[in-house]
């Protein structure tokens, strides 16, 4: 994949990596001025990997030890950064956080040294964030396409896939098959446990992702669509039935498996959805309600 950048987007591209590097190092030193060490992953961490920084993000994604995250919650309020910040890696990795803590690797920067989980965890959570989106984001398939074509010489597959269960690895097998298929990883597979992952991608993934490429519809939390009922109705219809890779890897399941059975997590994570929808309703309602002035309860 041949990427041409002119002297004007390079421009733009590393005022955007600067920017959000020396936010980044805010974070990190107010967290650690409080006694917590950050990681963070996706965006900056990855755009390292880009030819001239050329990833554009804006979302800021700072991972904790779950017994830090509140503490680190009220810390970042109080400051009223906008970031999205994770009680652990959450669902996006199997590793234990300390496992995934004690092997991440520090970047020096001109600000301070940021934490980044070491190159094989973070291509892992990578791929399972990619399919957790459901596939639906093709430009983000570049960040597979670039965190392997640019490991490192000593990159290490056996820690990449031998440290998850079957399931996961057929995962990870599949994120970057697909990258190979769209984006032609082949000659940086060589020689490698995946250099034939693509043969492994089911046909059914392949049609479906192109479907949400070709459809082109931006993904919206549908509880911002309430008072919009055109894209309420649009933003509902994506998710019925829900995307049927998310579903998979909501409900830890089987990539391989046939049609009957990926309509079975389907079902599990509609439901799951539902529930987690009407309760979020439920309780802003009842936030709505104790905090009306004229109710005797306000707080």
Not at 133 to 158: A, M, Q, T
Not at 202 to 220: A, D, L, V
């Amino acid at each position: 994949m041949n990427t041409i950048i002119s002297a004007e987007d390079e421009k733009f591209y590393l005022i955007n990596h600067i920017r959000n590097q020396v936010l980044i190092a805010d974070i990190f030193k107010l967290l650690r001025a409080h006694g917590v060490e950050p990681i963070t992953i996706k965006g900056w961490a990855v755009a390292r990997y880009y030819p001239l920084f050329s990833r554009l993000y804006a979302d800021i994604d700072i991972c904790v030890h779950p017994e830090n995250y509140q503490k680190a919650l009220q810390i970042l309020d109080q400051k009223s950064f906008n970031i999205d910040l994770h009680c652990g890696v959450r669902h996006l990795d199997s590793l234990e956080w300390d496992e995934i803590f004690d092997n991440s690797i520090l970047i020096h920067t001109e600000h301070c040294d940021i934490r980044v989980p070491r190159e094989e965890d973070h291509l892992r959570i990578i791929c399972i964030h990619w399919l957790n989106d459901g596939g639906i984001d093709k430009e983000r398939l570049k960040d597979i396409f670039y965190l392997v074509k640019n490991r490192s010489k000593d990159f290490d597959w056996d820690r990449f896939l031998g440290v998850v269960t079957e399931r996961r690895r057929q995962w990870l097998e599949c994120a970057i098959g697909i990258a190979d298929i769209y984006l032609d990883l082949s000659d940086f597979l060589k020689d490698t446990p995946l250099a034939h992952c693509s043969n492994k991608v089911p046909p059914w993934i392949i049609k479906n992702i192109e479907k949400s490429w070709k459809e082109n519809i931006k993904i919206i939390p549908i509880d911002l669509c309430f008072r919009e009922p055109k894209e309420f109705f649009k933003q509902l219809k994506l998710r019925i039935p829900p995307n049927p890779i998310e579903s998979i890897i909501e409900q830890d399941g089987d990539i391989m498996a046939g049609r009957i059975k990926v309509s079975y997590y389907q079902t599990l994570s509609f439901f799951r959805r539902l529930y987690n929808f009407l309760w979020k309703i439920t309780k802003s309602k009842i936030v709505y309600l104790f905090n009306t002035p004229n109710h005797k309860y306000a707080i």
